[in-house]
C-alpha cells in the first residue's frame, strides 16, 4: 500500500502521458508553449503500463487518470488504456482532456475500456476562448463533450477555472449549459501552478465568490458531505437536484487531510503531491533493469514523504519548477 506518514492512503494514481498541449490556456503556460521534454525522455507505452500494472496489482491503486499536457496528443492512448483495462482488480480509467479530438476517439477509447472524462472548459464564447487558450477550437470542444456523452462515457464531467475579468462572468451560462445537457460541472480555483508565474491570490476568482455568483440564479444545498469521501469537490444540488455543481476550492479550502492521490509524470517521476519540490525517478530505475519489487519499494518510499499539506499559505511556499502541464493536471 501507498501509505503516507500521516496515515494517508494513496488509491488515485494521476499519469501524465505527455506535457505537450495544443492550447495554450494562460493560467497554465505561455502563448509561445514551452520547452518540452524530449521524446527520448517520455515513458513508452510499455514503459507506462509496467509501472502502472504496479500500482494496481502491488500497491493499491484502484483509480487510474490519464491526463496531460493534453493526454489526446499521444497515438497510443488507446493501446494504454486497453492494456489498463486488462489488469485484475480492474482500476476505474478516467481522462482528463480539453475535448479536442474527443469526437473522433471517444467512441475507441469507450470500447478499450475508458470509463468517463472530465473536459475543460472555460468559456462558451469564441472571442474569450481565443483570448483564454490563444487557439480557435471552441467548436472543437463543444463537438468533443457531445462525443463524450454518445459514446457512454458518463458522467461527462466539465472542469472550469474562473479567472477574473477574462470569464467570471460565464459561470451561470456555463452552469446552464452543463445542466442542460447532463454534465457536471466543476469549477477549480486558480492554483499557482502557470509556467510563467503569474499567479496573484488577490486576482483569483475564490470558491466563495463562484458560490456566490451562482447562487444568484440558482438554488444550491449543499450535498451529503459524506459522499465527497475524498474527492476535491465540494459538490451541491442545483435547485434541489438530481443535478449537482462541484466547486475545487484547492486554495481556500484545501482538502489534502483526505488526499488519495499520487502523480506519475510523463517522464517516469513520482510526484506524491501537486505541489511537492521533489520527485523520484523511476524511469532511470526502470530502464537500468530495477525488479517490479524494486520499483515497488521506491515508489512506496516517495509516498512516505508526503507533506501534510500543499503550504500555499506558508510564508515559505515555493511554486514548483514544473508547470501544471509538465506534472499533470
Ligand atoms: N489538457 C487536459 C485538459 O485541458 O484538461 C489535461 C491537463 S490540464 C493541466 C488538467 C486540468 O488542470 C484542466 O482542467 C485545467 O483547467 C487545469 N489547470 C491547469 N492549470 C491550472 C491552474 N493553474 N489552476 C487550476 N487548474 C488548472
Not at 484545501?254 to 510526484?271: E, H, I, K, N, S
Not at 519499494?297 to 519548477?321: C, E, T
Request: net charge negative; with cysteine.
Amino acid at each position: 500500500m501507498l501509505v503516507d506518514s500521516f496515515g494517508r492512503v494513496a488509491t488515485d494514481l494521476r499519469v501524465s502521458l505527455t506535457d505537450r498541449c495544443n492550447l495554450r490556456c494562460s493560467y497554465c503556460m505561455p502563448p509561445e508553449g514551452l520547452d518540452w521534454l524530449p521524446k527520448p525522455e517520455l515513458l513508452t507505452a510499455d514503459e507506462v503500463v509496467r509501472l502502472v500494472t504496479i500500482g494496481v496489482e502491488r500497491l493499491g491503486i484502484t483509480e487510474v487518470r490519464y491526463t496531460g499536457g493534453e493526454p489526446l496528443l499521444r497515438r497510443d492512448l488507446v493501446e494504454i488504456v486497453a492494456a489498463t483495462a486488462a489488469l485484475r482488480p480492474r482500476p476505474q480509467i478516467s481522462l482528463t482532456t480539453n475535448g479536442i479530438g474527443l469526437a473522433r476517439l471517444a467512441k475507441p477509447l469507450a470500447r478499450a475500456g475508458l470509463d468517463r472524462v472530465n473536459v475543460s472548459l472555460d468559456t462558451l464564447d469564441r472571442d474569450v476562448f481565443v483570448r483564454l487558450a490563444h487557439r480557435d477550437r471552441l467548436q472543437d470542444v463543444l463537438d468533443g463533450l457531445a462525443g463524450a456523452a454518445a459514446a457512454g462515457l458518463l458522467p461527462v464531467k466539465v472542469n472550469t477555472v474562473l479567472m477574473r475579468d477574462v470569464n467570471e462572468h460565464e459561470a451561470v451560462p456555463l452552469l446552464r449549459f452543463c445542466l442542460e445537457r447532463g454534465y457536471e460541472l466543476r469549477f477549480i480555483e486558480q492554483m499557482p501552478l502557470d509556467a510563467q508565474h503569474g499567479w496573484r491570490r488577490d486576482r483569483m476568482v475564490t470558491a466563495d465568490e463562484i458560490l456566490g455568483l451562482l447562487k444568484d440564479s440558482f438554488d444550491l444545498t449543499e450535498d451529503d458531505p459524506r459522499a465527497r469521501g475524498s474527492a476535491p469537490a465540494e459538490l451541491f444540488l442545483v435547485d434541489g437536484g438530481p443535478a449537482r455543481v462541484g466547486v475545487i476550492g484547492s486554495v481556500t479550502r484545501p482538502f489534502c487531510g483526505a488526499c488519495d492521490r499520487v502523480r506519475l509524470t510523463a517522464d517516469g517521476q513520482v510526484r506524491n503531491c501537486l505541489f511537492a519540490t521533489d520527485e523520484s525517478d523511476l524511469r532511470s530505475a526502470l530502464r537500468s533493469g530495477a525488479s517490479d519489487d524494486d520499483l515497488a519499494a521506491r515508489w512506496v518510499a516517495a509516498v512516505r514523504g508526503k507533506r501534510a499539506g500543499h503550504g500555499i499559505d506558508d510564508p515559505s511556499f515555493l511554486q514548483p519548477a514544473r508547470p501544471m502541464s509538465a506534472i499533470g493536471g
